[in-house]
Structure formats: structure tokens, C-alpha cells
């Protein structure tokens, strides 16, 4: 089941989860004060010092992915999390508060505090790991048609693909290829209407192979009359997936569906966004980007080049060259030919390997954002050549580009480095997603999520 705030789809069990869990670390650091007492302050002092403790604590942990719908760790890798979330926010939220000596917290409140905030948010996501897949939370689904659509609905392979919802049944139109089992088919010979009512629908999605023929449109509007919600599969599954099927997607549904939308007011408060993030970034990894040209250094001789600069496609076809840390050898590419990076890449030298699991190479992008070539958050920039023949064999490839490429993105969030069509393709769902549904708060999501690639090297090559 899903809400809609700040024109994105929220999965409502994660909404209610990260109410649950900003409430519990709200209350760590009350409960912290009425324990020490020490040094006694008055209730709105308290309350200053409970909401931005909360909140510190409650940012890490979305930026450790602890919200999001692809976490797939066991126990020991959520607890590890947590710890990590409480540890880390607890220090933030110290270092804020001590600015002030009215809010700053005593070293017995902060310690009471963390030890609160740890046991409460291990207790509440236990709870919810017990609960968030029972169907009280699901979207109940009829999906209307039982051939290669309804089928792809039934077999997505991600269990976080399918939290969201429980088909109830098929409905099978006459004269198209089953594709789903026997046993899941709704056999009753009631209108549509009568069976959602009696199954409890909450949604119905037309997911006919063929729609020019046999297709139930009085029935349909009966239902829509009735208050039922009717999608179409692409959308319901975009939905659900967090990607646009390339296989299903039409020209008329990007150019009459919603979203894809490029308003001056969006490219102002993006730039505004891009220039202030990239300017402190920039001051505050200056150490570390030092560090790295030392290492390249010390490991390929001074006359190594530390910068690495290549030409990539990026908003509206323009060709810009994006600079990187040096993460291969100098003659990576002697003969010539542009080939893909790959797993245990034998181009790939010590430094680099280790720059690119942590993702410090990318940092020299942040001159790129500065000049306008990119922004933090968009498609990865590919290469011409690349470009050139995916643009040729996938459809809709060029879509990706009507925004900027992103030093991060939704893709590379969603799916593992690619390194082959195959690969570029499945990108290209997410990428479509990111470019219909982009908005400043979609941005701020996929960086905080970004440091989670960071600290666990997801997707490095």
C-alpha cells in the first residue's frame, strides 16, 4: 500500500516504520534526561534537546538505508546498522547541541541516551520485521487478464517488488494465451464489480495482452464508477518497482501519463542546489582528495597524471569531458578501443581499487557540477561510443539524456555497475523512473541512500 507526498509514492508500511522509529528516538532522549536529571532544565529546553537528537539519529539511519525498500540484510546486518545509526547520529546530534550552552546535553545524559535509543529502535524493528509482510498492510489486486502482462506481475523476482501489494486472482479474457496457473484464476460468473466487492479490492489492474478485442469496458467503468482504483500494468508496475518497463512502455503513455515534468522553478532550485552542495562538499573533502593524489602518486611514480579525463554524453547529447581520479593504469586503453569496466578488472590498479570501492574517485565530478556539465543527482554519463550504440539498438536510450547526468542516481542505487547491454538496458528503466518523477525531495532521498553505497562499497568496480 502506497500514500502520495511530495508528488512521489511512499510505501506506507516503511512510512509508518520511520514514524515509529523518529518517535523512539524522540523518546531516548527524554527518557535519557528523566533518568540523570543532570543538569536539571525545563521542558522546552528538554524538548530543543529531544528533537534534534531524534532527528540527527533518524538521518543517519536513512542514510543507511534503514527506509528503504531494497534493504535485504538478516538480523546481525539491521543491528549492525542501528548501531551504526546511533553511534553516528548521537555524535552529530552532541556536536550540534553543544554549540549552546542551554541544550548542550551532560556526557550521563548522552550516554543514557544512546543506550535508550538503541534498545527502543531494536525493539520497534523487530515488531515491524514481524509485521511489515503481513497482507493487513498490502494493496489487495485483481488483475484483469491472465496472459504475458498479468504474468509478469505475478513473477517479479524481488521480494521488496512484491511487498506491496497481494494479487487476489486472474480474471481470464477469452481467447488470450494463459500464462498464469489454473488455481489462481477467479472462475465466478459475476461482473467485475461483484468480484472486487466480495474479494475486497482495493485495486484493479488491466493487464490484457490485447486490448482491441474483448475488452470489458462497461464492466470497467462500472467498477471506476464504484469507487474502484483501475491501472494500467506499466504504471502499476512502476509503481510497485521503482523502474519503467521498457517493454511495455509506449510513446503515449510518456507523452499523456504524468510526470516528465521541466519547470523553471525545478532548474533554478536544482542549480541552487547543485553550486551550495558541490562548494561544501569541495572544502570538506579537500584532505581527502590530497590523500589520493598521494597514493596514485607513491604507487605509479610523480610523473603519473592524477587526474583522469574522458569524454561522456550528458543533458541534451552534449559531449563534456568528466574528471576522475586515475583508477587504472596509464595505457588502459592503448589499443584504442572504449570496453566496459568489469569485475576484478586487471586494469584496475591497488589505489584505484580501493578509491573506487569507497567512491573517492569521483570526486574531481564535484568541478564538473561547479561548471554545469552535471548535477549530484541524474543518469550516469556514458561514453560516445556507448552512447552511440545503445542509442541504436535500446529504445527510448536518448530519453535519459533530457536531464543532467549525476555523480549518483536512482540507478545506481536500484542495480549493480553495468557492464553490458543487458545491463544498460535494466538502468534504463530506473533511469526513465528518476527522469519522470525527479523533484528536489527525490534528490535529497537518493544522496542520503548514497552514503549507504559508500560505507558498504555497493556496486564498485
Not at 17 to 31: D, G, K, V
Not at 358 to 366: A, F, G, I, K, N
Not at 411 to 429: N, R, T
Request: aromatic share 10%; charged share 25%; glycine share 8%.
Amino acid at each position: 500500500m502506497r500514500v502520495r507526498l511530495f508528488g512521489l509514492g511512499w510505501h506506507l508500511p516503511l512510512m509508518l516504520l520511520w514514524i515509529a522509529e523518529s518517535a523512539a528516538a524522540l523518546a531516548a532522549s527524554r527518557l535519557g534526561y528523566l533518568l540523570v536529571n543532570d543538569p536539571p532544565v525545563d521542558a522546552r529546553t528538554a524538548w530543543i534537546q529531544a528533537g534534534g537528537y531524534g532527528f540527527c539519529i533518524v538521518l543517519v539511519m536513512v542514510a543507511m538505508g534503514l527506509f528503504s525498500r531494497r534493504l535485504r540484510d538478516r538480523t546481525a546486518g539491521i543491528m549492525l546498522r542501528i548501531t551504526v545509526s546511533v553511534l553516528a547520529g548521537g555524535v552529530i546530534a552532541g556536536l550540534l547541541l553543544a554549540w549552546s550552552d542551554r541544550y548542550r546535553m551532560s556526557m550521563r545524559q548522552f550516554l543514557v541516551s544512546q543506550l535508550v535509543a538503541w534498545l527502543l529502535l531494536v525493539l520497534v524493528r523487530s515488531v515491524a520485521r514481524a509485521l511489515i509482510n503481513q497482507d493487513i498492510f498490502k494493496q489487495r489486486i485483481l488483475v484483469v487478464g491472465a496472459g504475458v502482462n498479468a504474468a509478469r506481475i505475478l513473477n517479479l523476482r524481488r521480494r521488496e517488488d512484491r511487498r506491496g501489494f497481494k494479487v487476489i486472482g486472474f480474471v481470464a479474457i477469452p481467447g488470450e494465451p494463459l500464462k498464469v496457473r489454473e488455481d489462481r484464476l477467479l472462475k465466478e460468473p459475476v461482473t467485475l464489480a461483484q468480484l472486487a466487492t466480495e474479494h475486497e479490492v482495493d485495486e484493479i489492474v488491466v493487464a490484457m495482452d490485447e486490448r482491441r478485442q474483448q475488452f470489458p469496458l462497461k464492466q470497467l467503468l462500472e467498477c471506476r464508477l464504484a469507487g474502484f482504483k483501475i491501472s494500467e500494468p506499466i504504471t502499476f508496475l512502476e509503481r510497485e518497482t521503482g523502474k519503467v518497463y521498457l517493454n511495455m512502455l509506449s510513446p503515449s503513455w510518456m507523452i499523456f501519463g504524468g510526470g516528465f515534468r521541466r519547470d523553471g522553478l525545478r532548474q533554478v532550485t536544482e542549480r541552487g542546489f547543485d553550486l551550495v552542495a558541490s562548494l561544501i562538499l569541495l572544502i570538506i573533502t579537500v584532505p581527502f582528495m590530497i590523500l589520493v593524489a598521494l597514493a596514485i602518486k607513491l604507487e605509479d611514480g610523480l610523473r603519473a597524471p592524477v587526474i583522469y579525463s574522458q569524454p561522456r554524453v550528458g543533458q541534451g547529447g552534449r559531449v563534456f569531458r568528466v574528471l576522475k581520479f586515475r583508477s587504472m593504469g596509464v595505457d588502459a586503453e592503448k589499443d584504442g578501443q572504449a570496453r566496459w569496466a568489469t569485475a576484478d578488472d586487471e586494469r584496475v590498479t591497488r589505489v584505484g581499487s580501493f578509491i573506487r570501492k569507497v567512491r573517492l574517485d569521483e570526486l574531481p565530478q564535484l568541478y564538473n557540477v561547479l561548471r554545469g556539465d552535471m548535477s549530484f543527482v541524474g543518469p550516469r554519463p556514458e561514453r560516445p561510443e556507448f552512447v552511440q550504440h545503445l542509442g541504436q539498438s535500446v529504445p527510448y536510450y536518448d530519453e535519459r539524456h533530457s536531464v543532467k547526468p549525476g555523480i549518483t542516481g536512482w540507478a545506481q542505487l536500484c542495480y549493480p555497475y553495468g557492464a553490458s547491454d543487458e545491463d544498460a538496458i535494466e538502468k534504463l528503466q530506473y533511469d526513465l523512473y528518476y527522469v519522470k518523477h525527479h523533484n528536489l525531495a527525490f534528490d535529497l532521498l537518493i544522496l542520503l541512500q548514497t552514503c549507504e553505497v559508500i560505507l558498504f562499497g555497493k556496486g564498485a568496480r
